[in-house]
């Protein structure tokens, strides 16, 4: 089936030609139609997989008919550089609507935020925080929302911005037709989803497979010897940009730190680091200046580096999906990438996991001459933060 079977407006249609867009993915096949009808919808599916454009195109579509200037539609995003990426694609697709969209984040100003919003803008893309600062100020008024968008809702309640999200809920009243994304669907997202949608159509898209263009290598290791092991793999392998994941923010600085010590160009992303130091950490890596980018699931969110040569799991991931979405970001456009990770004792179940969603077993890799038998009193394991 191709695009104009779904009859949208000329004008959007213009937009996803622009693009290069020929055949809907999954998710627009089976989500642009009821949205178009008007239906509310959960939508279980994660980035990479075109969810974007299923909300975005049947959002132009609407738009183009009525009035101008005022917030009709509002994606609520959980991270700033979704936001960025949502409001780009839809810049994209409506360029030739003339519908004004505008990203709302925390970290930016919020004078300039105000004197753009005077100007009129149809659609908002925005964090749940400085969107709740505005409403609050009433420099943003949703009286005359038509669509909501809630998007990537795991994360949100992952980020504990689920209470927030309500508070905006408070302040749109009036019905409106509400489309909510998540690739899970735990159970205060159900509640969620029970309190304010109406009679809502599921579509789901099916677990992601790791990209092919991916090769898998798990290092079998004690926890204590993570550090060591990690600085020897770097050393013997040639990388250009790697991503290193870790479970928490403490421990992603910690990494990072020993492995500046070391004498990698090195940066690490942290939840509560400021936009201008976001940018500056994300910047340098995609300039080179870092080669070395460490991160925890959340902090490295929406990133979309296309020369990432390694992903390497400092930890495993609690999901399997959280792996693929990890992996996802090295082996892009048909290039090729290593994922390796570091396993323990602990990850047996999830390597088990993994191994079935893979439908193949994971090559186990032991470094030659490497001390697996080191004490745990001589590693710098002792020193990070668990
Ligand atoms: P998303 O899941 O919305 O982040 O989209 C993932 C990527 O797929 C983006 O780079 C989109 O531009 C691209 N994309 C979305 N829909 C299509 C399509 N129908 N054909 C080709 N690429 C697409």
Known sequence: MSFEAFNLHPSVMAGVRALGYTIPTPIQLKAIPPIMQGHDLIGLAQ????????????????????????????????????????????????????????????????????????????????????????????????????????????????????????????????????????ATMPDDIRRLVQEILRDPVTVQIGRTVPATTVSHALYPIKQHLKTSLLKEILRRTKTESVLIFTRTKHRAERVAQQLAKAGYRVTSLQGNMSQYQRQAALDGFRTGSFRILVATDIAARGIDILKISHVVNYDMPDTTDAYTHRIGRTGRVGKTGEAFTLVTGEDAAMVRALEQVLKAPLERRTLQSFDYTMPASDSEYNRLPR
Request: proline share 4%.
């Open 47 to 182: 980035t990479g997989t075109g969810k974007t454009a299923a909300f975005a195109l049947p959002i132009l579509h609407r738009l183009l008919r009525g009035p101008r200037g005022r917030v009709r539609a509002l994606i609520i995003s959980p991270t700033r550089e979704l936001a960025e990426q949502t409001c780009a694609a839809i810049n994209d697709l409506g360029k030739q609507t003339g519908l004004q969209s505008i990203a709302i984040y925390g970290g930016l100003s919020m004078d300039r935020q105000i004197q753009r919003l005077r100007y009129g803008v149809e659609i908002i893309v925005a964090c749940p925080g400085r969107l709740l600062d505005h409403l609050w100020r009433g420099t943003i008024d949703l009286s005359h929302l038509e669509i909501l968008v809630i998007d990537e809702v795991d994360r949100m309640f992952d980020m504990g911005f689920l209470p927030d999200v309500r508070g905006i809920l408070e302040c749109i009243i009036h019905r409106r037709q509400t489309l909510l994304f998540s």
